[in-house]
């Protein structure tokens, strides 16, 4: 499986560098403006070469993202745990999966 650490990371920095790499793709003439695509944004995201999350477990009761993986977390479940981390354990983690596996992914649709 891959490994992706995110250390000194930012996703408002991901995004901004990913529009400035691709504002000068534009200058240069290498792309046009009405070419941009939401892949077009997501394959120049640091993370351009793994899949999207399907799943966020945040920890220590926060409800809220904390400037991570913003683009990248559109149609992720959240599961939220009142452990911090450190205490985060593999009992803690087949819960997450658990409440996983009962959702209903309807990636922005509607059933």
Known sequence: ???????????????????????????????????????????????ATLPDPDLLVRTAGELRLSNYLLWQLSYAELYVTEACWPDFTVQELHKAFGAFRGRVRRFGGVV
């Open 1 to 47: 499986l891959p490994l992706a650490l995110a250390i000194h990371y930012g996703s408002r920095a991901e995004i901004t560098d990913a529009v400035r790499d691709i504002a000068a793709k534009v200058q240069r003439g290498e792309l046009a403006p009405e070419q941009i695509e939401e892949a077009t944004i997501a394959n120049h995201l640091y993370t």
